[in-house]
């Protein structure tokens, strides 16, 4: 069976520390990975794509295969930054399967 | 920059009234979803559409629920005879490929 695991439901990290942000996956085939995030009072809005390997808002994920993984790393965190984060895994169809969502927090 | 609309924000109806929840999807967007959040539990696929059909349900949509796209530009999930439980938050979503969707805000959906 599919899952998205994400290991720590907060996060909270000082402004210009690192972040990084776990996801584990369990998918028999090629996955497609992805990060979307919802700020405050705000839509879920995509963050990044595992294919695309581009860098948004600063921030990257590498998919790992051997280890099951795709987390989310920012070298240097940003107040606006605070958000909730979820991995999410696209097993058919466009259907993503969800993580349960890290809440960020970035103290000044 | 096109988004994905949905309404109403919120709405409140009686425990076996139907309810009819709305999204205009991104306008050259071909797939469309529909996804269910209740309060603190995870994100979870509902339904996904592409030319005009159901392609993939998960198990929570059941016969209560149907999608219709009536007029070319607006999706709708009808949940018949509510229940108690069915009170989340629900969003809409389209994506012009089947490779990362663009999410509505959210219609909130309180069942009494």
């Known amino acids: 069976a599919q899952r998205v695991t994400q290991p720590e439901k907060l996060l909270s990290v000082f402004k210009g520390a690192p972040v990084e942000l776990k996801c584990n996956y369990s998918y028999s085939g090629s996955p497609e990975l992805f990060w979307y995030v919802q700020y405050s009072r705000q839509r879920l809005q995509l963050l990044l794509r595992h294919i695309s390997r581009e860098s948004i808002k600063g921030f990257t994920a590498d998919l790992n295969k051997g280890e099951t993984s795709f987390h989310l790393k920012k070298p240097f965190a940003q107040e606006e930054d605070s958000a909730m984060y979820y991995c999410?895994?696209?097993?058919?169809?466009?259907?993503?399967?969800f993580g349960a969502g890290t809440q960020v927090v970035v103290t000044p | 920059e096109p988004e994905v609309t949905q309404t109403p924000s919120h709405q409140v109806t009686q425990m076996g009234q139907e309810v009819i929840l709305r999204c205009v999807p991104i306008s050259n967007h071909l797939y469309f979803y529909w996804y269910r959040q209740i309060l603190g539990q995870k994100v979870e696929f509902l339904v996904s559409?592409?030319?005009?059909?159901?392609?993939?349900k998960s198990e929570i949509f059941d016969d209560q629920f149907s999608v219709e796209r009536p007029d070319g530009s607006n999706f709708t999930l009808k949940i018949r005879s509510t229940k108690l439980e069915d009170s989340a938050m629900y969003f809409c979503a389209s994506s012009e490929e089947t490779n990362g969707a663009f999410f509505g805000q959210g219609t909130r959906l309180t069942v009494v």
């Open positions: 559409f592409y030319n005009n059909e159901i392609s993939e």
């Open positions: 999410a895994l696209s097993p058919s169809w466009g259907k993503l399967q």
